[in-house]
């Protein structure tokens, strides 16, 4: 094959690579739903989002579709932060500080208040609690959440204020 025709079937070839190559990295994007905060709420969640690592548990920061300042991601398949959330209704629960409800546990990592739920996937989802704006995190179940959690910790602590969220 001489190198005129190479390239004429290269370059067409080459094109439709970039082409499908771009396409598979947002449709690898994890699709999550923005919440919908007050404006407090919202302006303490862009300060976190500011302040989030590159990086969380080796993994490199990759959000989600739609993109927001209220969403943040890191890896594949993606830990999923959520800022602005509501209040899950079991942070309110009477069982869960008692131990009594073995799907949602209460914890402390580095400072800051979560609580833990075991999802049907066996994913964790993390809320924090007793700061400013509840902020969810989602984390596959073949990850370390406490990894997870303590690299999250510190832009928590200086962007979430202590206090009862909106």
């Not at 546990?105 to 964790?124: C, F, I, T, Y």
Request: aromatic share 4%; proline share 9%; charged share 20%.
């Amino acid at each position: 094959m001489n190198g005129s025709r190479l390239r004429r079937f290269s370059l067409p070839l080459l094109a439709a690579l970039l082409t499908a190559v771009g396409c598979s990295s947002s449709e690898d994007s994890a699709a999550v739903t923005v919440p919908s905060p007050t404006s407090a709420v919202a302006k303490l969640c862009r300060n976190l989002d500011k302040a989030l690592p590159r990086t969380v548990d080796g993994l490199a920061r990759q959000d989600p579709a739609p993109a927001s300042a209220l969403t943040a991601g890191w890896g594949r398949p993606e830990v999923i932060l959520r800022c602005g959330v509501p209040q899950p209704p079991k942070m309110i629960d009477p069982d869960v500080p008692q131990g009594k409800d073995a799907d949602a546990v209460p914890g402390d990592v580095n400072g800051v208040d979560w609580l833990m739920e075991k999802q049907g996937d066996s994913a964790h989802l993390f809320t924090t609690a007793n700061r400013g704006a509840y902020v969810e995190i989602r984390v596959p179940g073949d990850r370390d959440s406490s990894a997870v959690l303590v690299d999250l910790a510190a832009a928590i602590k200086k962007t979430m204020p202590i206090g009862i969220a909106d």
